[in-house]
């Protein structure tokens, strides 16, 4: 799987990340000055695009290469004939595990046009990549899969769910990938084998992805600064660079989404303040969207379960810190709608306001998870559960689709099998 990428396996390394090159935000796009004819000879591997801000007119695509060489994006409307040129940003990232140290290529491209198709390839000299697909938003209804713990021991089911998802809804407009992408965040291997499950629809259509704790663990399974995440993924701005890729929000559609991180306890040590400054800028971006829908994307699960193995320590069901922290805010700006996972369970809790069942607030939905670490029947029912999933729970993957009158958010098993519905409407 790996030899793809790689000319050979190196011995296990630290992480170190460094920026070098070009560096700094891509310049404007200009017309590309050809240096003689191309040669359609490179091979970039782990090709992603990551959503923007604003996806109308912008995108970002990132890729690896074995080597730091000075490497550009190339972009045009499709089939086009004028070809447009980015600069790109590229970071150090030092291998472990059997994978060789590599580079981490980033171009950000703007000013895009609202509901076009594009196509863009990555450059090197007179090598250049094959051409790969790119729309924006057109701000009408959209499809969305929704993903979440695919954390595995060796990734062939999530693998294979992933693979009947996008084969499925073909028509997705991108993909959510809710935190626990790995089951070790320090581990390369596991991103390299991530990526490349995902593909070709991640160099296709845009993955929205959280941080999870499972993100923040080092090989030795201590808590560790999430540096593989922050570095596989460059997200929109959040205003503060100490946190830049923890947070952020993007609009899709008439949809707002807001995404978490959740992870203060594995961060703490390093980001003491992480929950108090990400809850002064998501009370200043819900306030600032004009979009219709709210909906606020989180690893961990704002509600806390009870064991139902009575082996485990007592523990009484309620509320976790991170809903206690984050669901006021939610009920003061008019969420609509938060997707978690965490406890590898799906459920629906129907509308939660002031920590009480209401006919108001946001719809609380628990997304299971979409690897193999499963965990049968370990909690309880909790008193909100207006749906729980068949058990002993299998893997699961969600679609979400929002058009002007509702959102609706419904489960399947990998096969395709129905589990269930959620609408939201307002």
Known sequence: MINKKWAALAA???????????????????????????????????????????NTKGRTIMWEMPSANEESLEYREQGGSTIY?????????????????????TAVLENLEKGKAYEYRTREGNEVSTWYPLKTDDGKSFKAIVTSDSQSSDYSDWKKLFANATKANEDAAFFIALGDLVDNGDDEYQWQTWMEDVEPAISQIPVAPALGNHEAYSLDWKNHMPDRFLTHFSL????????????????????HFA?????????????????????AWLEKDLKGTKQKWKVVL???????YGFADENRPHRE??????????????????????????????????????????????????????????????????????????QPETDNYSVLEASDDRLVLTGYLPDGTKLHETVVQK
Request: proline share 6%; glycine share 10%.
């Open 259 to 279: 995404v978490l991180d959740t992870s203060l306890t594995e961060e703490g040590e390093w980001l003491p303040d992480l929950f108090e400054k990400q809850k």
């Open 317 to 390: 069901e309620g509320f976790s810190e991170e809903g206690k922290a984050f669901m006021p805010i939610f009920d003061a700006n008019g969420v609509d709608l938060v997707i978690s996972a965490h406890l590898h369970t799906y459920r629906d809790r129907g509308r939660i306001y002031d920590f009480q069942r209401s006919g108001r607030g946001p719809v609380y939905v628990i997304d299971g998870l979409s690897g193999n670490v499963r965990y049968p029947g370990l909690w309880k029912r909790h008193a909100l559960d207006e749906y729980v999933a068949p």
């Open 12 to 54: 296990a390394a630290a992480l170190v990340l460094s920026l070098a090159g070009c560096g700094g935000s891509a310049r404007p796009a200009s017309k590309q000055a050809q240096s003689g004819p191309v040669k359609e000879t490179m091979k970039p591997f782990d090709v992603r695009q990551v959503v923007a801000s604003d």
């Open 298 to 304: 989180m690893h961990k699960d704002p509600l806390q």
């Open 236 to 255: 929109p701005g959040n205003g503060d660079e100490k946190m830049q890729n923890h947070y952020y929000s993007f609009d899709w559609g008439n949809v």
């Open 85 to 105: 040129t980015v600069p790109t940003s590229r970071k150090n990232l030092k291998g472990n595990k059997g994978i060789k140290d590599g580079t981490i290529y």
